[in-house]
C-alpha cells in the first residue's frame, strides 16, 4: 500500500491505482494551489455581494451579522466531514465516487448527477451575476461598447445575457488552454481577496463620514419579505423569514468540492485534498463576515438600500449601500472593480471543478457519450470536450434569460441555477457523508481524519441539510405564494420545481436502463506492491451505453 500523507507524486499515483484509476491528469498543483481553488470558488467577493439582498431582506441586519457566523460553523460540520472522505478518497470523482464506495452504484449514481448538475448552476449563477455587476461598472464609468450602450444607466436583460456568453467564453478558453495557468490564476486569486477584502473593508472604514450604530448591525431586524405585513416579531418572522436570510450564508460558502475533484492534480493528495476544503470554508467563513460587517456599518441610509433592488434589480441592495454611502462615487467604483474582478476568478475556478466532475462521472461511464467527454488532451492534460460540453450545458440553462426586454428583471433562470446550485451541491455533499456515518467503525480513514468525533459532527451536518433543503424551498416572498392576490411570477422559488426534476430525470433514467448499465467507478489500473501498476483493458459497458 502507498505510504499515507506523503507528498511524493509516485505515492500518489499508486494511491490512486489501488482506487483504480490510471494517471492521465497532470500532477503539478501544490497543497496551496489546492486550497485556493475552493476558496476562490467560495469567493466572499462573489456570494456576499451577489446575495446580500436576501439576508438584508428576509431578516435584516442582524441575520447577516449574527446568522452568518453561526451557519458557517455549522457547514464546517459538513466540511471536515467531507475532508474526512477526501483523504480516504482522493479521485476527481469526489462525492459520487465516495458514495459508491459507501453505499452502491445506485447512490453513486443519485450523488453524481446532483453533484454535476448542483455545479451547471453554481458556474451559471456566478458568471451571471458577474456580467450584472461588470454591466453596472461600464454603466458608472458611462462606457458604451458598441452592441451595448451602458451610459443610459438601464440593465437590460438582453446585454446582460451576452455579456455573460462573453465571460462564460473566456473561462472555458482559460480552462482549456493549461491546468498549470489555472492553478497560477488561483493562487492569485487567494490574494486578490485577502488583500481586495482589506482595501475594502479600509475604504468603508475610513472614507465615509458617517457610519452606522452597532446596535443597528447587531440588533436590526427588516422584513420586507410581505409576510405577516413586514412583522418583526412572532412565528412567521422567525421561522419562515429569517431562515430565508440564512440562504445569504449557504449560497456562499459551497463549491468546496472543489478540492476534492483537483485530488488527481494535486501532489499530496491525501492530506493536500482534505485541508482544501475545510481550510477554505473556515478562512471564507471568517473573511467574509469581516466584509459584511464592514458593508452593514457603511449602510448609512437603509432605505436607498431597500430601493437598490427596485431601481437596478436584485442584487441592487449591495451596490445601493456603496452608491449611498457618504463617500465619492469613484470609491464605489473601487470596491465593485476590486469584487468583479475576484468574480471573474471565482466563476474561473467553478468551470475547473464542473469540467472535472463531468469529466470522472463520464469516466465511469454515468453521462451520455461518455467516450467524448472522458477524453484527456496529451498536450495540454485537459480534459477539453469535458470543459466545452459543460460550458455548452450552463449556456442552454441560461438561454431563458435572453427574451426579456425593457428594464432588468432577475431572470427566472437565474433563481433556477442559484436553486439548483446550492440545493443540489449540498445534497451530492450530505449523501456520502450519511454513509460514512452509517458505516460507523467500519470505515477506514486514511491520513486525515475527524475521528471518533465523526459521531457527532457527521450527524450535525446530515441534520443541517435536511434543513436547508426544506428552508430554501421556503417562498422568500408573499407575493411568490400562488395562491395569494398579488402573485407574481418572478417571484415564485422555483427551488422545489428544480430539485424535483433533477431527482425525477435522474430516477428515470436508473430504473429505464442505468441501473443495468451503471456499475460505479471502473477499474483502468491495479496495484500490486510486487508487481506495480497494472493496466486493465477498460471493461465493455453493459448493454453498450453510450
Not at 456580467?131 to 462606457?143: D, E, P, Q, V
Not at 482549456?176 to 477584502?197: D, M, P, Q, R
Not at 472614507?207 to 412565528?235: L, Y
Request: charged content about 10%.
Amino acid at each position: 500500500m502507498a505510504p499515507e500523507g506523503t507528498s511524493d507524486p509516485i505515492a500518489d499515483e499508486q494511491r490512486l491505482a489501488e482506487l483504480g484509476y490510471k494517471q492521465e491528469l497532470p500532477r503539478g498543483w501544490t497543497r496551496f494551489t489546492n486550497f485556493a481553488i475552493s476558496f476562490s470558488i467560495i469567493s466572499v467577493l462573489a456570494g456576499c455581494f451577489t446575495l446580500f439582498y436576501v439576508g438584508w431582506n428576509n431578516g435584516g441586519p442582524m441575520v447577516i451579522s449574527i446568522g452568518w457566523p453561526v451557519i458557517a460553523i455549522i457547514i464546517l460540520t459538513v466540511a471536515v466531514s467531507m475532508a474526512e472522505l477526501a483523504s480516504a478518497y482522493p479521485t476527481a470523482g469526489g462525492p459520487y465516487w465516495w458514495a459508491h464506495n459507501l453505499g452502491g452504484a445506485g447512490w453513486s449514481w443519485f450523488t453524481g448527477w446532483f453533484n454535476v448538475v448542483g455545479l451547471i448552476g453554481i458556474v451559471a449563477s456566478v458568471d451571471y451575476v458577474l456580467s450584472f455587476f461588470a454591466t453596472t461598472l461600464f454603466g458608472l464609468w458611462g462606457w458604451d461598447l458598441g452592441f451595448v450602450n451602458f451610459a443610459d444607466g438601464q440593465h437590460l436583460q438582453a446585454e446582460i445575457f451576452w455579456v455573460f456568453a462573453i465571460i462564460l467564453a473566456l473561462h472555458a478558453l482559460i480552462n482549456i488552454y493549461s491546468s498549470h495557468l489555472v492553478a497560477l490564476f488561483n493562487s492569485i486569486s487567494v490574494w486578490w481577496h485577502v488583500i481586495g477584502v482589506v482595501i475594502i473593508i479600509g475604504i468603508l472604514i475610513i472614507v465615509p463620514d458617517s457610519h452606522q450604530s452597532a446596535d443597528f448591525v447587531f440588533t436590526e431586524r427588516i422584513n420586507n419579505s410581505g409576510f405577516d405585513a413586514g412583522s418583526i416579531s412572532g412565528g412567521l418572522y422567525w421561522f419562515l423569514v429569517l431562515p430565508v436570510g440564512f440562504l445569504l450564508t449557504m449560497y456562499t460558502i459551497t463549491g468546496y468540492d472543489a478540492s476534492a475533484h483537483v485530488a488527481e492534480e494535486t501532489v499530496g493528495a491525501e492530506q493536500a485534498a482534505a485541508k482544501g476544503i475545510w481550510q477554505s470554508v473556515a478562512s471564507s467563513a471568517l473573511i467574509g463576515w469581516f466584509v459584511l460587517l464592514a458593508i452593514l456599518f457603511a449602510a448609512t441610509d437603509p432605505t436607498a438600500v431597500t430601493e437598490g433592488d427596485q431601481l437596478v434589480g436584485a442584487f441592487g441592495s449591495s451596490l445601493a449601500v456603496f452608491t449611498s454611502a457618504d463617500m465619492n462615487q469613484n470609491w464605489a467604483e473601487a470596491i465593485i472593480l476590486i469584487a468583479v474582478i475576484g468574480q471573474f476568478f471565482c466563476g474561473m475556478a467553478c468551470v475547473t471543478s464542473m469540467s472535472r466532475t463531468f469529466f470522472a462521472f463520464s469516466r465511469d461511464r454515468a453521462v451520455p457519450g461518455w467516450k467524448l467527454w472522458s477524453r484527456v488532451s496529451g498536450k495540454r492534460g485537459v480534459p477539453i470536450a469535458a470543459v466545452v460540453g459543460s460550458c455548452a450545458l450552463v449556456f442552454l440553462l441560461m438561454v431563458p434569460a435572453l427574451p426579456g426586454k425593457g428594464t432588468y428583471i432577475p431572470p427566472v433562470a437565474f433563481f433556477a441555477a442559484t436553486a439548483i446550485g446550492t440545493v443540489g451541491l449540498y445534497i451530492a455533499y450530505v449523501a456520502p457523508v450519511y454513509l460514512r456515518w452509517r458505516a460507523g467503525d467500519a470505515f477506514q480513514a486514511r491520513s486525515w481524519t475527524i475521528g471518533r468525533r465523526y459521531k457527532w459532527v457527521n450527524l450535525i451536518a446530515v441534520l443541517f441539510v435536511i434543513f436547508m433543503v426544506i428552508d430554501l424551498c421556503l417562498p422568500a416572498y408573499s407575493a411568490g405564494v400562488p395562491w395569494e392576490s398579488d402573485f407574481d411570477w418572478s417571484l415564485f422559488n422555483y427551488t422545489p420545481a428544480v430539485v424535483g426534476l433533477v431527482l425525477l430525470g435522474s430516477g428515470l433514467a436508473w430504473v429505464l436502463g442505468a441501473n443495468k448499465r451503471y456499475k460505479g467507478p471502473i477499474r483502468q489500473v491495479e496495484f500490486d506492491e510486487g508487481l506495480g501498476i497494472k493496466e486493465e483493458p477498460p471493461p465493455a459497458p453493459a448493454g453498450g451505453a453510450e
